[in-house]
T-cell receptor
Framework: DTAVSQTPKYLVTQMGNDKSIKCEQN?????MYWYKQDSKKFLKIMFS???????INETVPNRFSPKSPDKAHLNLHINSLELGDSAVYFC?????????????FGAGTRLSVL | AQSVTQPDIHITVSEGASLELRCNYS??????LFWYVQSPGQGLQLLLK??????LVQGIKGFEAEFKRSQSSFNLRKPSVHWSDAAEYFC???????????FGAGTRLTVKP
């Protein structure tokens, strides 16, 4: 069983569209994250959710909105897609307990905006 | 906030040779330190971590890393590199309290036959 799964793996869409990426974890973790990896492989945290509460929100545009229906899911919604949104998006999860907060990553979603 | 520097963007080693990837961090308290590996087109896999205790930590795939507080470093080593080790390697530092993990820019490892 995949511990952290993301769908879709690839997403190709036009500028201006709205899209969602789903993430699910079956590890029983209480914190989930979204990262963006740009073309130079630089990884930057976008959001973190702990027990359905947003605890980190980096300086990302408000076109991006995380939605967590329950502790095992953290979906990423993107409105009015722009060319610069093209990247690989990674979901991750961890326990929040200090000493146990190892993050486990999904396989990534490659988003291409045309 | 904490930060990580990986000074080497790209390293090439011959198969069978030893490897050391450098990582320097900046954090005011005791850091949580990690090395992840990303194979082409894949997600990130945890190689090893340091939370406390022994400063030499062993990981998967024959990797080890040493935490040196005096040098703010957490370098990754492997005595003999295999062709399958070719990948992107990321060092990361975590905040003890809020899981705010920051990644370095990564080091791409190429392995020559």
């Amino acid at each position: 069983d995949t511990a952290v799964s993301q769908t879709p793996k690839y997403l190709v869409t036009q500028m201006g569209n709205d899209k969602s990426i789903k993430c699910e974890q079956n590890l029983g973790h209480d914190t989930m994250y979204w990262y963006k990896q740009d073309s130079k492989k630089f990884l930057k945290i976008m959001f973190s959710y702990n027990n359905k509460e947003l605890i980190i929100n980096e300086t990302v545009p408000n076109r991006f909105s995380p939605k967590s229906p329950d502790k095992a899911h953290l979906n990423l919604h993107i409105n009015s897609l722009e060319l610069g949104d093209s990247a690989v998006y990674f979901c991750a999860s961890s326990q929040s307990d200090p000493g146990k907060n190892i993050q486990y990553f999904g396989a990534g979603t490659r988003l291409s905006v045309l | 906030a904490q930060s990580v520097t990986q000074p080497d963007i790209h390293i090439t080693v011959s198969e069978g040779a030893s490897l050391e990837l450098r990582c320097n961090y900046s954090y005011g308290a005791t850091p949580y330190l990690f090395w992840y590996v990303q194979s082409p087109g894949q997600g990130l896999q945890l190689l090893l971590k340091y939370f406390s205790g022994d400063t030499l930590v062993q990981g998967i795939k024959g990797f080890e890393a040493e935490f040196k507080r005096s040098q703010s470093s957490f370098n990754l080593r492997k005595p003999s590199v295999h062709w399958s080790d070719a990948a992107e390697y990321f060092c990361a530092v975590g905040d003890y309290n809020n899981n705010d993990m920051r990644f370095g820019a990564g080091t791409r490892l190429t392995v020559k036959p």
